[in-house]
């Protein structure tokens, strides 16, 4: 009998490995096939307007939105994955809002070592599409480096991407 739980557990594990990469399978087909339909309209997609919206005008995502790493010039996988696909654009005529990321670090101190300890960065930029208009600028900051290291590259905090998810999710939805 116990051989017999042994096999259905390990089914289980397999059912639930395979249902798992299925998954992501389909996902990164749409990651992939939204990256190839928004290529060409990348340069527009990365401007940014000169038009900032009214001081009192709260930030919000208007219809489908498109996060994009402004260094790599593409689609942010890690926000695109971690956001529902209802709010994601997948053609290019769907984009209303635009989620400019801009990854970067910043040093905060030194190790005994000589290297650096640093705090990884990312600015936001919601920009209303439809309208062409910045709604709202904003860091993130990850975690505080580790007190000490024994890497010869210096060591960082966390990536402050779960933080960014987090605020966009909790923005207002408009129109």
Known sequence: MAVDKKKKHLL???AFVGGFIILTGILSVGYIKTEAVMKPHMDELLTVPSMKAKPDEEPYIKGKLLPIDRRKKKIDSYIWSALPSMQLAHRY???QTV????YGESQVGTYTNGTGAYVRTC???IIDYSRGVV????IF???A???TTSSHTGAYGSNPRTEVVQYLKKLPRAG
């Not at 989620?99 to 801009?102: K, T």
């Not at 709604?135 to 904003?138: M, P, S, T, V």
């Open 123 to 125: 600015a936001v930029t």
């Open 12 to 14: 289980w594990v397999i």
């Open 141 to 143: 900051s990850g975690s």
């Open 99 to 102: 989620i400019l990321l801009e």
């Open 145 to 147: 480096p580790p007190a």
């Open 93 to 95: 005529e769907e984009v």
């Open 135 to 138: 709604l709202a600028a904003r």
